[in-house]
Each structure stands twice: as C-alpha cells, then as structure tokens.
C-alpha cells in the first residue's frame, strides 16, 4: 500500500530519502512539507516502510516481509501516530489513539488525506467537536512510549501529522524529545505550512519538500491561467458536483443576494440571508463558498478575454458579464483569498455565522466600487 513506486513524481526526494537509508544516514527528525496537495503523508509512510522492511529492493520496500504487511495495515508495533483531534471529555476521547481506527479507516481509502478531509471526518466521530489541535498530552503520550525500547524494528518511527497544529505546549515539549531521541527513533514530522511549525522544531530537522501529483497539478495550472499578469492571484478549489443545474442556480441566487446586502451595506439583509445560509450544514456551506470563489474566478478572466477557458450556465452568464466590469484583478484577489481562509475556517470547526458575517463586513470597502 505504501510503496515509493505508487507516489506520483517527487523523484528527488524519493532518491533522496532512499540513499540516505541504504547509507545507514538516516536523520532522527524529519519535516515532509508541501501544500495540501502534495502526498507527504504517503511518502512519509512509503519511507517508513522502507526503513524497516527485511528485504528491501534497490529502490522500494518489498511489500512482502512481516514488516511491510503490518506496515501495509498502518499497525506496526513500531510506528506510533499522532494527528489533530478534537477533544471530548465527555466521551473520553481525548487524543489521537482513541481516533486511531478512524484516522487508519481515512489512509487507507485517501494516502493524499488533507487537513479538510480529516477535519469532515472529525464532525461526524465526535459529537462535541471543537478546533482542532494535537494537546501537550500527546507528547506526555509519546514521551511514556519511547520509555521502552522498540518493539521489533530496527527503527521505531513517531509520525507527526499535520504538526502546525501542535499547540506550544506540545511544540515545546516535543522539541526536548527531539533533542535528544532514545537509540533507533526517526521522527517523521508531516506539514501543510511549515512557517507554522516552532521554529525551534524546524532548526532541528531535515526538510523533505514534496510536489503535488500530477492529477491536482493539473488543477492548479488551469486556475492559473486565469491571470497571465499575476499567476498567484486566486488559489481555487474546484469540486465537480458544483457542475450540477439545480445547485448552482441556488448558490448563484444566494451569492446575488449576499453582494447586493454587501453593495448597500445593507445589515438586516445580512443577517436574514446569514440564516439561510447556517441552515445549511458545513459541507453545503463549503460547497457555496467554493462556488462564490468560482464565480469571481469567471469574472477575472472574462476580463482576461480568455472566453475559452469560461463553462457557464446562461444565468451565470448574464450575471458574470454585469459584475465582472467591477472586479479588478487586486479586488478579485483579496475577495478569492477572504473566502478561501473561510472555507478553511469552516473544516476547522469555526462558528459559521460569525464567519459570515465577518466576511461581509470585510467585504464592504472591497465592493464599494461593484454595482450588482
């Protein structure tokens, strides 16, 4: 399941971390970074196979030996994980091993698992979700497990998932673990921003940059080609099922709406659409925002003149064409980043009426020029 061959490009990297396993070089701490796109968790999992496998090939695991199955099943006795969790006292489930089945269930159906994905995931295993975080209590955790001495490898490996969003408690704690690692322990760090990561932390591993697959490459490249004058101008998240009649005349209908309230400042009218939209449960109000962001997407480039790359309905169409004489390319940037940090905000459990609303008003100055 988990083989270098299966990953996608990061040619470099694989020869990399290849090398430096078959030299005995092997780093105690190391930090797979790339956006979310890129599969650092599947090569950080392909490598930890590979490290430990009992009859490596030249240039993979062999996927047969005991320690590749257990590997294969993410139950190795030898790797310890953690990843963000939300707490519930309640229930007493309060760090990664009580979601430890839930978070294997999620790899083994998605080795290209993001913090979204996780975080949907989270909603529905745990009834009092809050934000979520990995605790100072995991490091208390890790540090009890690395009292003994490893199991059955010849490394012990601790994956960190998502480890931007250890809190500085666990970060500092951490740090004293990874200061000084008992014999034969590879911490493997995993990150989607590693500018959050404590510095401290960071100083003291080997990076290991990865690229994004082919398959979102491409995705990424035609949202770039919406903007030959600033290529980093909008970062979008397209979802096929935005595709579908019926859902985009809704979402088109709301967003119509939410602009002209925005357009008048018109507060009451916020707060009524704010209801309809909270009425909606998380993944839908995603979907809308991924839209919204699809929209001021089609504007910029009809005025790009790239009509090539527009595939609207005829009410989209009309719509487009009376708005998109009042975004700019500097407005439509700052309008596509205010929503995607809001459909981030949203996979993180945030409240989504104060993000509504917060959205709005930020929105204000940015659409005093726009007239729907």
Known sequence: MMLFKDILHNKDAKKHLIQRSNDARVSHAQLFSGNKNAPKLALALAYAQYL??????????????????????????????????????????????????????????????????WSNIMVHANKNSQQLKIHKSESDLIKNKLRFKNYEAKYRIV??????????????????????????TVFLLITEDKTRVLETIRSRTQEVVCVVSEKNRNIIAKEKEASTNDKKAIKIETEETLLKEDRNNRFLDLFIHWMRGV??????????????????????????????????????????????????????????????????????????????????????????????LDLSFQLFPLLKKIKV
Not at 55 to 68: A, E, F, G, P
Not at 69 to 91: E, G, Q, Y
Not at 286 to 302: A, E, G, M, Q, V
Request: a neutral charge; charged letters at 30%.
């Open 159 to 184: 994956l960190i998932w998502i480890a931007e969003l250890m809190n500085l408690e666990a970060s500092n704690k951490l740090l004293k673990i990874i200061e000084e690692p008992p014999p034969g």
């Open 52 to 117: 430990n496998c009992e009859d490596s090939l030249d240039d993979d695991s062999c996927n047969k030996c005991k320690s590749c199955l257990k590997f294969n099943k993410l139950a190795h006795p030898d790797l310890h994980v953690v990843f963000p969790i939300s707490k519930n006292k309640k229930t007493g489930l309060v760090s990664s091993n009580d979601f430890l089945e839930d978070w294997r269930g999620a790899i083994k159906k998605n080795k290209e698992l993001t913090l979204d994905d």
């Open 263 to 356: 357009y008048k400042k018109d507060v009451l009218s916020i707060i009524n659409l704010m209801d309809e939209l909270t009425n909606l449960n998380k993944s839908q109000q995603k979907l809308f925002y991924t839209y919204t962001i699809s929209i001021i997407r089609d504007c910029l480039i009809l005025n790009f003149k790239a009509l090539e790359l527009l595939n609207m309905n005829e009410k989209e169409n009309k719509f487009v064409n009376n708005f998109s004489q009042f975004i700019d390319i500097k407005s439509g940037k700052k309008i596509a980043m205010l929503l995607e940090e809001t459909v981030n905000a949203i996979s993180r459990n945030a409240n989504t009426k104060i993000l509504f």
